[in-house]
């Protein structure tokens, strides 16, 4: 939903600092009161250290969480460091950095929330967000201390050198190996802005029932937009990867493809008419299409949204939804994908959850609140933007798993429709079920053939509809390795999606009206 | 942290800076307190409450430049973290454009109290913040039947500035916001459950709209949504109310700013001057109106801030412009950033505007979509109403309205008298004619 979200100004001071961010050349960390521990051989008291606090304070201020009766409190610390540095008219001349650190404090009581945050790690600040955050009970009874453990995670981004070590002076060379790239590849080229954003997210998690849990989560990404200009038009397309890994995922390999998709994206466009709209047949292309599944299913499947029964799938748990052929997996346990995470926000595992199997609709995607509403396990989608925000049942990656069809007899089977290749964007409505999705580029199908090159489209459906449309799906599967973010409620998590090509019967197409 | 407290850390930052070797810097220390609540289907939902701080920072350090922003503002880890800051600057490639605002810019700030900061503020309590999303909760679910769920939200929230340049500037903000709202879904059979909202924001907490108020067009909303179906491909004409026409007029607005001209990534570069929408469109950046939810004396980089029209009539009169990019492009700089943005309106409200149409489609949500502000391409997704010979027929939805903006805003032949005024873009109900729609 549409709803304005206030928070999102707070930080715009520095604007232009749109990727707010700290650059590596700290070698002595910015936050030197608080050791950053090496990611091996650390114990649970040097976790503590990391946000200067220790087990005698997290049991003052889980008690004064509950001290108002609430069924249960987690305590989120953070220290995340955000760094960006950025070519533009063929000059690495701008570097952003941000650092935030802080805790979160949630009490719940039955599906309530009460929630307070600060970035003042002082004991006092700290036990006053407990008691400020317990505000939301009233019901006077009290819930044993219970001994702390700490439950090692599982490494699924590992990577060679965390990025707060990896100094500027060595991305720069990046940058400017790309941009030379892209202007050897075609002469219509004018402008190219290259960013490198990189981060380093440490989390701390206590829950009242007496788990605790440590992360380390990195994320980069590169972004290579460009402009082109032919006979006085001009033409913009964008390329971007990223994972949660080192710095040694930049591969020469990966470097080529940053430049040379970058290129295509744009060059391809001065071919690019726009398509007459209506319904149609569309075959979404192997990878990126993955957002079909993000907008059409996965939010109506995050159980926040089924548990206040405004989700269209509110009621279709063990029944039929798709063909047979149709399997959707919404996955945190990809090595080095993007929406990949050891441990979600609220200290549960992540897991590999089977949406839809053999066109069955199977699970919910849950946080803690969903379910306990459900009396199901948690599924490990419990996420935030960062401790700032409650937690909300968030996707990971979500994908399709290989059909029996191949591409070719996919795309031969059309007669007239669309080939949808490269996406931007996509927004639902749960209720309803209505989504949409924008293709940048395409071409459209005419007998069986891909043949002129189509843009700037929107597909809009109903979820549902659309699902039990899926009439072909490849046996191809490709995830998407861009830098995607999901938006919900005001809080950005980082996500990625994947698809073998596949074919939906009938969709309605943004074009031109004859 | 208190004013001076506030502006001292600004100072002492900005010391810190040039003592690192930093030529010029710029800095902004900003406090913000939150209040949210949620109140859903007669049960309080969440309670939220927070102080934020940060301190952003710009250097300009021998011609090079970076920014930064951090939360943690104790002095002993804040002055290390100024010095690795202009130090890791050294690495980047010197820009000759970048350096502070010439201190010309920041002459002639307007002496006028803009009415930001509600004094009662401090006098809202707590049980009031609650009672006040209860309320609209309550009334909303008593509307209809048909209501499967309600969420009300109350949020206010208090946010302090300052900011100094070490080349002469110096500026504090103090503002308040009030914000009230609902978000509903309704039973639609086996169509689903449509959903749909009604949320405004004040700067005074006496102004906010009343739960009945926004109860009433939540529910109305939602319900009007009852029964939507796509609708034959065509060309149609199109009304598209006050509350969603931001959707295009972002699109217009948007590569009016200096970093898409100089990046060419403007489909109205080297417009300036020229008709680029029909005369009906008068569009004036406003930074002074009283209680307005943008309104300010400076802008971010510190220059005063004037009144401007930016498109007159139709014609191109002015660009969003910063101090940077208009130095990268030779160009005087205007605003780097729109403030309030009003409208020359017009003498029929949308329901009289409705009247006009023989078939058409009102617009009354977008859902999706993009534009390519190069092109100017754009198609986004719609919902609204079918209007035959000036009546609403029937409520659609799962359709896509596409084609160049620089052609939509010519076929714009009418602005209603109804601005928007719960936002910072004041924008008023348009009728457009001849728009191509998909759909069956």
Known sequence: MARMSRREFVKAGAKGVALATIPAIFKLNPLTAFATPAKENATL???????????????????????????????????RINSYVGLLDNAVDRAYSDVDLGVGIRVIEGDQTGYSFTEDLSPKAIKLAATTASNIAHEGKSVAAVALEFHPSPDYYPLKTLWEDVGIERKIPYLEKINEKVFSLDKRLVKSEIGFEDEGWYVLIITSEGRVVYDYRPMVTISVNCIAEEKGRREQGYFSLGPRAGIEYFTPERIDQLAGQAVRNTIDLFEAVKPEGGEMEIVLASGNSGILLHEAIGHGMEADCNRKGISIYADKIGKPIAESFVSIIDDGTLPNYRGSINVDDEANPSQKTYLVEDGILKSYMHDRISAGHYKVKPTGNGRRQSFRFAPLPRMRNTYMLPGPHTKEEIIQSVKKGLYAESFTNGAVYIGAGDFTFYVATGRMIENGRLTRPVKDINIIGNGPEVLRNIVMV???????????YCGKDGQHVLISDGLPTCKVSSITVGGVAS | MNKSERMQLAQWSAGRARKAGAADAAITVANQRDIDVEHRDGKLDKLQESTQNYLALKLYVNG???????????????????????TMTGHLTEDPFRALPNPKYYAGRREVDLQINDPFYADVTSERRVAIAREIDELTRSQSDKIVSATSYYSDSHAELAKVHTNGFEGETE?????????????DGDKGRPQDYEWRSFRFFKDLATSQVLARAAVDRVLGRLGQTKIATGVYDMVVEN???????????????????????????????????????????????????????????????????????????????????????????????????????????????????????????????????????????????????????????????SGNLAELFNQLVEVGNDPYVYSALRRPSMRFEGISFSGI
């Open chain 2, 175 to 187: 503002s308040t916001t009030f914000e009230a709202g609902v978000e509903v879904a309704a039973s």
């Open chain 1, 45 to 79: 008291s040097d976790y503590y250290a990391h946000f200067g606090v220790d087990e005698s304070l997290v049991r003052q201020v889980m008690a004064a969480g509950l001290e108002r009766g609430g069924d249960y409190c987690d305590i989120f610390f953070e220290h």
């Open chain 2, 243 to 401: 509350r969603a026409v931001s959707k295009l007029l972002n699109a217009l607005t948007e590569p009016m700013g200096g970093y898409y001209l100089q990046q060419k990534s403007s489909f109205l570069d080297g417009k300036l001057g020229e008709k680029v929408a029909s005369e009906r469109l008068t569009l004036i950046d406003d930074p002074f109106i009283p209680a307005g939810l943008n309104s300010k004396t400076f802008d971010f980089e510190g220059m005063a801030t004037r009144r401007r029209v930016m498109i007159d009539k139709g014609i191109l009169k002015a660009f969003y412009i910063g101090d940077y990019y208009g130095k990268k492009l030779g160009m005087e700089p205007t605003t780097s950033s729109s403030t309030n943005t009003v409208f020359e309106y017009g003498a029929r409200s949308p329901e009289e505007m409705l009247g006009d149409i023989k078939k058409g489609i009102l617009v009354t949500g977008f859902l999706g979509g993009n534009y390519n502000s190069t092109t100017g391409d754009f198609s986004f997704g719609v919902f609204g109403k079918l209007v035959e010979d000036g009546r609403i027929v029937k409520a659609i939805n799962e359709m896509n309205v």
């Open chain 1, 474 to 484: 490849g046996n191809d599967l490709k995830m998407y390795e861009g830098g995607g």
């Open chain 2, 64 to 86: 090079r430049y970076s920014a930064h922003t951090t939360c943690d503002l104790r002095k002993e880890t804040l002055g290390k973290f100024i010095e690795d800051a202009v």
